[in-house]
């Protein structure tokens, strides 16, 4: 398996882990308490703040993210792309969602903004080697 193949798997964990942390606040305390609700998960992510908010938003963009990087990185393989290529584009991709994930979570939306065009550019230049 490729190094980009690999970085599908990663691009796809990223949405569970954003989820992870915006859900970290409920962790350990009972329903009532504040912790968190499985039988509404959705309103309960809907009144978190913060970081756990952002780090929420972070998730459904990471989701949104998906399928242009999945379909890129398949559609240059099927192409016979050279390899190293596609390795370097996707490991930028991952590498610039991860920055991405980190000042969503720092509340950086300039800095945010950035990172979210360049990982848009190298799952969009997957198209194109």
Do not use: H
């Not at 991952?94 to 550019?121: E, H, K």
Request: proline share 3%; glycine share 8%; hydrophobic share 55%.
């Amino acid at each position: 398996m490729s190094v980009a193949n690999y970085c599908i798997l990663v691009a796809c964990a990223l949405p569970i882990v954003c989820a992870g942390l915006a859900k970290s606040k409920g962790f350990g305390k009972r329903r009532r308490e504040g912790g968190y609700d499985n039988n509404n998960p959705r309103e309960w992510m809907a009144r978190l703040s913060g970081w756990q908010a952002r780090a929420n938003a972070a998730q459904a963009n990471s989701f949104e993210a998906l399928p242009l990087f999945i379909a890129g990185v398949l559609v240059a393989q099927q192409l016979g792309a050279d390899q190293a290529r596609v390795d370097m584009l996707a490991l930028s991709f991952i590498t610039f969602r991860l920055i991405y994930i980190g000042l969503y979570l720092a509340d950086q939306a300039p800095l945010r903004s950035l990172a979210w065009a360049a990982g848009f550019f190298s799952a969009g230049a997957l198209f194109f080697v």
